[in-house]
């Protein structure tokens, strides 16, 4: 199947600084990619949805001046936390999709990212 | 609504034994469901998927059934092993409008 990688797999981060989380499509062309933010024990949350060229839609909640989202290739989007606080400490996962199915989404391993 | 704090669903069986999840999704227009696996520190991995004109699918011990009348859908492991132990999702799609993810069931594998 289709592999979709991110980096880095964990980080920790001071409050106050950005964090830049990349997720890579490695074998096929990601026209569009999203953002997922995953609390313990709670299920995946989407925040983003970005299209290759084109600004990211934000879901309702999601402060896009807070989590900036660049899709500039079919390979990589960034997810950029910036200011970062505590309660922005979270499980984040991108998952890609090739086709017009949004629904057939192939996703990566997550990063941790601590913010103390 | 759900409840701040509140855990995961857990289901625990004995290793050897079959075991059912269970997952009631929303969207009567869905037509497309999944079912993932979640590893604690991983990302989620695909089991099993099924279109909405089939209402069973098999794949190697796992078995997913969907029940369009109840909006019910269920994904069954046979002879369940310690590597079974997850949090599985099941996620609901419509083609352009990407995925919805239920809330999860905890699975744990007792010896």
């Known amino acids: 199947g289709a592999v979709v990688s991110q980096h880095p797999s964990r980080v920790i981060c001071k409050s106050g600084t950005s964090v830049k989380i990349e997720c890579r499509s490695l074998d096929f062309q990601a026209t569009t990619m999203f953002w997922y933010r995953q609390f313990p024990k709670k299920s995946l949350m989407l925040m983003a949805t970005?299209?290759?060229?084109?600004?990211?839609?934000?879901e309702q909640g999601v402060e896009k001046d807070k989590f900036l989202i660049n899709h500039a290739s079919l390979t990589l989007s960034t997810l950029t936390v910036t200011s970062a606080h505590p309660e922005d400490s979270s499980f984040y996962i991108c998952?890609?999709?090739?086709?017009?199915?949004?629904?057939?989404?192939?996703f990566g391993p997550g990063t941790r990212l601590t913010v103390t | 609504g759900e409840s701040v704090g509140l855990h995961l669903p857990t289901l625990s069986v004995q290793e050897g034994d079959n075991s059912i999840i269970n997952c009631a999704y929303s969207n009567s227009a869905s037509d497309y469901f999944i079912w993932y696996k979640q590893e604690s520190g991983k990302g989620p991995q695909f089991i099993i998927d099924i279109r909405s004109n089939m209402d069973k699918r098999q794949g190697q011990r796992v078995t997913v059934l969907l029940n369009k009348t109840v909006k019910h859908l269920s994904l069954q492991i046979a002879a369940t092993q310690p590597g079974d132990s997850a949090v599985y999702f099941c996620a609901e799609g419509g083609g352009a409008d990407g995925l919805t993810f239920g809330k999860g069931t905890h699975l744990i594998i007792q010896p």
């Open positions: 998952s890609a999709a090739g086709g017009a199915r949004l629904d057939e989404q192939y």
């Open positions: 970005s299209n290759e060229g084109s600004k990211a839609t934000y």
